[in-house]
């Protein structure tokens, strides 16, 4: 194999003459030809021998000038000879310098008037016999093609000359016959010339003369109206008749590449495709005949001679090539991939245009057998990281978002600078020094690396002294430190990015220095797709790099470099190193598509094979041996034949008929006449001992058991189904046990369930895969027919995995395979929706904490006690909860001020915490209440700890000016050993509390709580038995509450269905209905009831659901986790069809006890492509709340109330909403604010930017048919 044939990828042309030095410092004058990132080729001038002293793998330096701006150049590389051959050396890039390469790089795509792929030049003069016979063929055929056409033509004139309805009309065909009559000699003789001079041209015209030639046509604002509806009407025609003659030209153009000795694809277009000669003949008759219609009559008539012949022309062509001897067989192509745009056009396009979308996906590339033949089966390269990015980020508000958010994490709420003083010169002027500092300390990191390599460092410690200056203002100072917090988040959230191999972390690593200069002086980096340093940091992040040693690694590691000791200001250097990393990204990106499609070819092939076994061997009795045979050694024969020699091979044949006949004399009902067993085992030992498979005792066993057909043998019996599971995933025929682990559950509804789950992974999905406390990505590459195989491939394009459907359900299920969409989005991008969500997580969190005592909140308690309850279940350990009351807590606040209760309250709490031990939970559970778990005490020992703190209170004196006060407090406890829910033992520990202040207070109360656990069961145990009675007998109701839009007045209203208990003729809430529903497992009754109910009503009244605009329904946990949940759904849709599914959105909550979440995920999408929506509620009260928002595929966010009520009073509810909505935003989703009272709270969720709201303010909830009477009430009106 030559150098050329192994390079990964095509140079393109570039002439440039050079100086090159060797390691003795002599010079030689050469001129660099087909440049490339890789390398190139150099020609020694005035064609001189290449001196001997240059060898392979000599180290030369190469120094050449470039103009720049009217001004010379001088650029110098550093190669290692690769090869040398006469007057040429070919080198690779040894050391390559940025400069050096770029100006190549530009000089390649100006210089269009060199180029040596100039085919013709390359041939031998056989070779160029070759070509003048078949273009002596091609012309003969030609002409006479034309001179058959000329008389027809002339006829279809006359005929219709005769159907015209007018003199003028009819004329205007007898001019068209007297013009053909004088001219069709000329015409005959200018269209032959035209595709005489096409034939010549071909395999001389440069690539950039081609391309050039094929852009012409696109310039249509040159031509007039006529004459682009006459290339219309051409185009046409050659569309038509193109497909007719596709395999025969396809044929030509492979043969034409074998005798130009180059790659198929540079045959880019032949002068014997129907385009070129209907072209041809287009211009030559446009010079004659200028009527439309006359022209229309000429092209249909021309359409149909041509088609007639242009088989038999190519047929002559082909036949030429072969008595030639070049390309005889050309073996059928068992798949054929279609022309699509390279992975790297996709790459650079939706990078530089993330908002684009691509559609090209690998074909689950599956055959389908027929008639014992294949199919052929279109696959498009394949689909890597960043081809398609279906984005609907809001990146508009990111930085000042971020800056709002951190503003108020430091305590300084929603302030924002004024602008005057960033539009002043004397803040260009200290920005100026802050960037030259930086730029000092930028250079010496450039010095570092080359000395020490690559270090970590802390990005603060190290530009710490740049803002050691009196000088600067603090605004600036503030921008600074803002910015700089930023960008230290977005470079942790790339360090913990999964998607990223080390190598790539560690380079991007070092641009924190350039990337804080570019935030200070473009703050575009976080607004913008098209800021140059944002785009060259997500190419960097999609090259992959195997280690530090990889070449790759090296020659981006001297970019880093390089650009840290020259990026000043101007960004134009991030688009250089990004043309650059373009070239490696097309490099990766062929090699990558290169590496699955062989991966894809092995499996179809494989499956093709496993077809043909599988549809022979379908219900057949199959001796045990013989199905060990045909597992482990037949089929890798007729794998390894179909894939060397094609199905049209006489080995291909001769080993399925060695099967058949293997096949018939299995069954015992063929005369042993019809079958030679001679033949079978010599066509069997011949196949594999050319495939290297021969086992004597397996080959011994199949002698015996021809020559013995009635012998006693164990045997198998399976269907066509059966045999293709079992083959496709690598198991034997006669493995038993694989036999029931593929059919393990195939009636089971949970296993049912979770292979839809699997087999809704689509190809190109990406997942995390996490094995031996590793995690990693892959990328699905493969499914065989009917989804029993997935073939997964790593970074690199190679294989990683191969898995069964039911292994990949299970992993699916146990959480060891996670689909993931995040790698569909750039790193940048990735990386500001975490620190976006981390942002959002710590205002959670700080959320959680109330402010005044630095305890955990109420809300956040009931979450942790929760928790420790789950464990408590499994531990079984004693526990118990208390109520600290404060007794008389007025008092300071009457006496003194509101404050001086808020400092007692702090200084109790602090008086607590550090009475307590670290295992201990506290929190502020009300204004003067404090609550407490004590886990692992026995009641005795809580007890004690209640009555010390009971003591602590009362002797804690608290003063507040000249006054001074010492509170009691009421304690209450009850112990916590049973597994019951928390609701109960919060209810047991007030009531203790209460009975401890009503007994005369400063004391403890505990209480036995099994009478009130025993009345509240009772309560349950009632509505409980009530549920059914009500479903069945429908006393439940159902009201709608509005969602207003707040901005956009496109924006649809829509209504959330509420239920309601209809008891005794009074409509009440349903709050111990469901608890109890909850409770007893029949919430998705309960779900059930409210679906069919709405869908009834509305198929009944779509007016209604018109002017709602849509309807939002509930869905519990219990129905998300029920399997046979989906199917319910789908038999709804079918029973009332009439209902616009787009109008309907299902609600659930964040913190719903979701026990699957990739089940759950699975209903969700399944449900959202019938056309329905999604909304999540209440989000932001639990915790890690955006990890948890980002996996759902939801399409409305409804903000939990608890931060909408007092929105208008508290900062801290603020951020949190205006964090919320911009994640939503982030993701693409709407969001909704619940609780909206007052017109005070609207003004600010508009301020915020939150899309819809919902409450009180608005409307209040009333049952559909109030809505209904209310609606045609206004109608009447409007009328």
């Given amino acids: 194999m030559t150098f050329l044939e192994r390079r990964n990828h095509n140079r393109s042309a570039v002439k440039l003459d050079v100086l090159v030095s060797d390691k003795m410092q002599r010079s030689y004058n050469f001129t660099i030809k087909n440049f490339d990132f890789e390398g190139f080729q150099l020609t020694c001038q005035d064609n001189e021998v290449i001196a001997d002293s240059i060898q392979a793998n000599d180290l030369l330096d190469i120094n050449f000038n470039i103009e720049q701006q009217g001004e010379i150049q001088n650029f110098h590389l550093e190669v290692v000879v690769v090869s040398t051959r006469d007057n040429r050396l070919v080198v690779r890039l040894f050391n390559p310098a940025l400069d050096a390469i770029y100006e190549l790089s530009e000089k390649q795509g100006k210089?269009?008037?060199?180029?040596?792929?100039?085919?013709?030049?390359?041939?031998?003069?056989?070779?160029?016999?070759?070509?003048?016979?078949?273009?002596?063929?091609?012309?003969?055929?030609?002409?006479?093609?034309?001179?058959?056409?000329?008389?027809?033509?002339?006829?279809?004139?006359?005929?219709?000359?005769?159907?015209?309805?007018?003199?003028?009309?009819?004329?205007?065909?007898?001019?068209?016959?007297n013009t053909l009559n004088k001219s069709k000699d000329k015409l005959k003789v200018q269209f032959l010339e035209q595709m005489e001079n096409n034939f010549d041209f071909f395999g001389k015209q440069t690539k950039e003369e081609q391309q050039s030639a094929d852009n012409k046509p696109q310039e249509l604002d040159l031509i007039d109206q006529n004459e682009f509806e006459t290339r219309l009407t051409v185009n046409q025609f050659i569309i038509q008749i193109s497909p007719n003659h596709e395999h025969a030209l396809s044929e030509i153009k492979l043969r034409l590449a074998v005798l130009f000795a180059v790659d198929e694809k540079k045959i880019e277009k032949t002068p014997f495709s129907p385009e070129v000669i209907f072209n041809e003949f287009s211009n030559v008759v446009h010079q004659c005949f200028l009527n439309d219609d006359v022209l229309l009559i000429l092209y249909k008539r021309f359409e149909k001679v041509i088609d007639n012949h242009l088989a038999e022309i190519y047929k002559e062509i082909n036949d030429i090539f072969i008595s030639h001897d070049i390309l005889p067989v050309i073996a059928d192509k068992k798949y054929k991939i279609k022309k699509q745009d390279s992975a790297v056009e996709k790459i650079?396009?939706?990078?530089?245009?993330?908002?684009?979308?691509?559609?090209?996906?690998?074909?689950?590339?599956?055959?389908?057998?027929?008639?014992?033949?294949?199919?052929?089966?279109?696959?498009?390269?394949?689909?890597?990281?960043?081809?398609?990015?279906?984005?609907?980020?809001?990146?508009?508000?990111?930085?000042?978002?971020?800056?709002?958010?951190?503003?108020?994490?430091?305590?300084?709420?929603?302030?924002?600078?004024?602008?005057?003083?960033?539009?002043?010169?004397?803040?260009?002027?200290?920005?100026?020094?802050?960037?030259?500092?930086?730029?000092?300390?930028?250079?010496?990191?450039?010095?570092?690396?080359?000395?020490?390599?690559?270090?970590?460092?802390?990005?603060?410690?190290?530009?710490?002294?740049?803002?050691?200056?009196?000088?600067?203002?603090?605004?600036?100072?503030?921008?600074?430190?803002?910015?700089?917090?930023?960008?230290?988040?977005?470079?942790?959230?790339?360090?913990?990015?999964?998607?990223?191999?080390?190598?790539?972390?560690?380079?991007?690593?070092?641009?924190?220095?350039?990337?804080?200069?570019?935030?200070?002086?473009?703050?575009?980096?976080?607004?913008?797709?098209?800021?140059?340093?944002?785009?060259?940091?997500?190419?960097?992040?999609?090259?992959?790099?195997?280690?530090?040693?990889?070449?790759?690694?090296?020659?981006?590691?001297?970019?880093?470099?390089?650009?840290?000791?020259?990026?000043?200001?101007?960004?134009?250097?991030?688009?250089?190193?990004?043309?650059?990393?373009?070239?490696?990204?097309?490099?990766?990106?062929?090699?990558?598509?290169?590496?699955?499609?062989?991966?894809?070819?092995?499996?179809?092939?494989?499956?093709?094979?496993?077809?043909?076994?599988?549809?022979?061997?379908?219900?057949?009795?199959?001796?045990?041996?013989?199905?060990?045979?045909?597992?482990?050694?037949?089929?890798?024969?007729?794998?390894?034949?179909?894939?060397?020699?094609?199905?049209?091979?006489?080995?291909?044949?001769?080993?399925?008929?060695?099967?058949?006949?293997?096949?018939?004399?299995?069954?015992?009902d063929v005369s042993e006449e019809f079958i030679d067993s001679d033949v079978i085992l010599f066509i069997i030992k011949q196949g594999l001992e050319e495939n290297e498979q021969f086992n004597k005792k397996t080959f011994n066993d199949i002698e015996s058991f021809l020559n013995n057909q009635n012998s006693e043998v164990s045997s198998v019996h399976f269907d066509r189904d059966i045999i293709f599971k079992l083959l496709i995933n690598g198991y034997t025929l006669s493995d038993k046990k694989a036999l029931l682990k593929i059919n393990e559950g195939v009636t089971d509804a949970a296993v049912m369930a979770n292979n839809a789950i699997a087999k809704r992974l689509k190809i190109n999905d990406y997942l995390v895969f996490k094995q031996n406390k590793q995690t990693k990505r892959i990328q699905l590459i493969w499914q065989s027919d009917s989804q029993y195989m997935f073939i997964f491939a790593g970074r690199n394009g190679q294989k990683v995995a191969?898995?069964?459907?039911?292994?990949?359900?299970?992993?699916?299920?146990?959480?060891?395979?996670?689909?993931?969409?995040?790698?569909?989005?750039?790193?940048?991008?990735?990386?500001?929706?975490?620190?976006?969500?981390?942002?959002?997580?710590?205002?959670?969190?700080?959320?959680?904490?109330?402010?005044?005592?630095?305890?955990?909140?109420?809300?956040?308690?009931?979450?942790?006690?929760?928790?420790?309850?789950?464990?408590?279940?499994?531990?079984?350990?004693?526990?118990?909860?208390?109520?600290?009351?404060?007794?008389?807590?007025?008092?300071?606040?009457?006496?003194?001020?509101?404050?001086?209760?808020?400092?007692?309250?702090?200084?109790?709490?602090?008086?607590?915490k550090t009475s307590l031990n670290s295992d201990m939970i506290l929190g502020r559970y009300g204004i003067d209440e404090f609550i407490l778990f004590l886990p692992e005490y026995t009641i005795d020992k809580a007890t004690e700890m209640s009555k010390l703190l009971c003591k602590l209170i009362n002797d804690y004196t608290f003063k507040w000016h000249d006054k001074e006060f010492s509170l009691s407090a009421s304690i209450g406890l009850v112990e916590v050993n049973k597994s019951h829910e928390s609701g109960i033992f919060l209810k047991s520990v007030v009531t203790a509390a209460t009975l401890a202040k009503e007994m005369g207070r400063n004391r403890v109360h505990f209480l036995e709580y099994d009478d009130i656990e025993f009345n509240h069961r009772q309560e349950l145990q009632l509505w409980a038995t009530k549920v059914d009675q009500m479903l069945k007998t429908n006393q439940l109701n159902i009201r709608c509450q509005r969602l207003h839009p707040?901005?956009?007045?496109?924006?649809?209203?829509?209504?959330?269905?509420?239920?309601?208990?209809?008891?005794?003729?009074?409509?009440?809430?349903?709050?111990?209905?469901?608890?109890?529903?909850?409770?007893?497992?029949?919430?998705?009754?309960?779900?059930?009831?409210?679906?069919?109910?709405?869908?009834?009503?509305?198929?009944?009244?779509?007016?209604?659901?018109?002017?709602?605009?849509?309807?939002?329904?509930?869905?519990?946990?219990?129905?998300?986790?029920?399997?046979?949940?989906?199917?319910?759904?789908?038999?709804?849709?079918?029973?009332?069809?009439?209902?616009?599914?787009?109008?309907?959105?299902?609600?659930?909550?964040?913190?719903?006890?979701?026990?699957?979440?990739?089940?759950?995920?699975?209903?969700?999408?399944?449900?959202?492509?019938?056309?329905?929506?999604?909304?999540?509620?209440?989000?932001?009260?639990?915790?890690?709340s955006y990890e948890y928002l980002k996996n759902l595929p939801v399409d409305y966010l409804k903000i939990d109330g608890v931060f909408i009520k007092d929105i208008a009073n508290n900062p801290a509810d603020q951020a949190m909403v205006k964090s919320i909505?911009?994640?939503?935003?982030?993701?693409?989703?709407?969001?909704?604010?619940?609780?909206?009272?007052?017109?005070?709270?609207?003004?600010?969720?508009?301020?915020?930017?939150?899309?819809?709201?919902?409450?009180?303010?608005?409307?209040?909830?009333?049952?559909?048919?109030?809505?209904?009477?209310?609606?045609?009430?206004?109608?009447?009106?409007?009328a």
């Fill in 111 to 177: 210089d269009k008037t060199h180029n040596d792929s100039i085919l013709i030049s390359s041939l031998d003069k056989q070779s160029l016999d070759i070509l003048q016979i078949i273009k002596h063929s091609f012309l003969k055929n030609l002409s006479h093609t034309v001179e058959i056409f000329l008389p027809i033509a002339h006829d279809d004139f006359f005929q219709s000359a005769e159907q015209s309805d007018s003199n003028s009309e009819q004329m205007k065909f007898f001019d068209a016959i």
């Fill in 348 to 668: 650079t396009s939706t990078v530089d245009n993330p908002s684009s979308d691509s559609s090209a996906q690998v074909s689950s590339a599956s055959q389908q057998l027929s008639n014992n033949t294949v199919e052929p089966v279109n696959t498009s390269q394949h689909q890597t990281e960043l081809n398609t990015i279906k984005n609907n980020i809001n990146l508009v508000p990111a930085y000042q978002t971020l800056k709002d958010l951190l503003n108020f994490q430091n305590g300084q709420g929603f302030t924002s600078n004024s602008n005057d003083f960033f539009l002043s010169d004397e803040y260009k002027k200290q920005l100026s020094l802050l960037i030259n500092n930086l730029t000092l300390i930028q250079k010496k990191q450039a010095e570092d690396i080359k000395i020490n390599g690559i270090t970590k460092f802390e990005l603060s410690s190290l530009v710490q002294e740049c803002m050691k200056n009196d000088d600067y203002s603090i605004e600036l100072k503030h921008e600074f430190e803002y910015t700089l917090d930023i960008i230290k988040r977005l470079f942790i959230s790339i360090s913990n990015d999964t998607g990223l191999g080390s190598p790539v972390k560690k380079l991007l690593l070092q641009l924190q220095v350039p990337l804080l200069k570019v935030s200070l002086l473009h703050k575009d980096f976080f607004e913008s797709w098209s800021n140059p340093a944002r785009m060259m940091i997500n190419k960097l992040a999609i090259i992959n790099f195997d280690d530090e040693k990889d070449k790759f690694y090296i020659k981006a590691h001297s970019f880093i470099v390089y650009l840290l000791h020259n990026f000043t200001e101007d960004l134009q250097l991030f688009s250089k190193i990004q043309k650059v990393l373009d070239e490696l990204l097309k490099i990766q990106t062929s090699l990558y598509n290169k590496n699955v499609q062989e991966i894809i070819d092995n499996y179809i092939v494989k499956q093709i094979v496993i077809n043909e076994l599988a549809s022979r061997l379908n219900n057949r009795s199959i001796p045990m041996f013989i199905a060990d045979f045909i597992s482990n050694q037949w089929l890798s024969v007729l794998i390894s034949t179909y894939s060397n020699k094609g199905m049209e091979s006489s080995q291909w044949q001769q080993y399925l008929q060695a099967l058949d006949m293997l096949i018939l004399s299995m069954s015992g």
């Fill in 802 to 912: 191969d898995f069964s459907l039911m292994e990949v359900a299970a992993m699916l299920d146990r959480g060891q395979l996670a689909q993931t969409k995040e790698y569909d989005t750039p790193l940048l991008e990735r990386s500001l929706y975490a620190i976006m969500g981390n942002l959002h997580d710590d205002l959670a969190k700080d959320s959680s904490i109330d402010k005044l005592t630095g305890l955990i909140r109420q809300n956040e308690f009931i979450r942790i006690f929760n928790e420790q309850l789950k464990q408590n279940k499994e531990t079984a350990h004693n526990c118990a909860l208390c109520l600290i009351n404060i007794d008389r807590f007025s008092l300071i606040n009457d006496a003194c001020s509101f404050d001086a209760g808020d400092k007692y309250i702090a200084e109790i709490s602090q008086l607590l």
């Fill in 1046 to 1184: 707040l901005f956009d007045n496109a924006a649809v209203q829509h209504y959330e269905m509420l239920l309601l208990i209809n008891e005794n003729g009074d409509n009440v809430p349903p709050g111990e209905f469901i608890e109890a529903a909850e409770l007893y497992n029949k919430m998705q009754d309960v779900d059930r009831w409210v679906i069919n109910y709405v869908f009834n009503w509305f198929s009944k009244h779509l007016e209604q659901l018109d002017i709602m605009g849509g309807i939002a329904i509930n869905l519990s946990g219990q129905s998300l986790n029920d399997v046979n949940f989906l199917s319910f759904i789908k038999e709804i849709f079918a029973l009332y069809p009439e209902v616009p599914l787009e109008k309907i959105c299902f609600e659930i909550t964040e913190t719903m006890a979701i026990t699957n979440m990739t089940y759950a995920n699975n209903i969700i999408h399944a449900i959202k492509e019938m056309g329905c929506e999604f909304s999540l509620d209440d989000f932001g009260t639990g915790q890690s």
């Fill in 1221 to 1278: 909505n911009e994640i939503g935003h982030f993701l693409g989703m709407k969001t909704v604010a619940e609780f909206v009272e007052n017109d005070e709270i609207v003004g600010i969720l508009k301020d915020i930017g939150v899309d819809y709201a919902q409450g009180y303010v608005f409307e209040k909830p009333l049952l559909i048919t109030e809505f209904m009477e209310k609606s045609t009430f206004a109608s009447q009106l409007t």
